[in-house]
């Protein structure tokens, strides 16, 4: 009985999008988590980079994702310190990053949800990078939001295509 009761108070798709909301949550807290570890090291970064250039067509969508996600940190990093120049240079990498994203994404991506939420989470904290930002950064970081959110939606869209 109560499973018919269930069934009229939640429609399948409702519990479809509540399971979805449930299984975001649960990924976004883990990423969150993975994230605060992470190494932004040039020697970290760096192996990352290569592992995600030597990495199968369907890995690189969430290696990507990574590297994006660790060098928006590090742009962070280096505009606190006040050095804005190798920040916007840092900006350079991660729009680079984000079109590798945006390229090569294909059909049977793995991780493809574990990369659409590191990307939702790297945009804000951009976007609270960008608020925080001097007047002259803000053209280069408000560039690479649109780019991080534009990547952001395909990735989105191929989520809930499958």
Known sequence: MTSSFTSMIW??????????????????????ALASRLDNS????????VKANKAQPRDKCF??????SQMTDLAGQQFNAGDSER?????????????????????NSKKLIDAELLMRHTSLRLTDILH???EEDRPALEVTLKQLNQ????????????
């Open 87 to 107: 920040a916007t240079e840092t900006l350079k990498q991660v729009q680079s990053y984000a079109e590798n994203i945006h390229a090569g994404l294909p059909d």
């Open 63 to 68: 290696l990507y994702a990574e590297l994006v």
């Open 151 to 162: 990547v952001h939606a395909q990735l989105m869209m191929q989520v809930f295509e499958k």
């Open 132 to 134: 925080e930002a001097a």
């Open 11 to 32: 429609p399948a798709n409702s519990r479809k999008i509540a399971a979805a909301i449930v299984i975001s949550t649960l990924s976004l807290t883990c990423i969150s």
């Open 42 to 49: 040039p020697t970290a970064l760096a192996a990352l980079q």
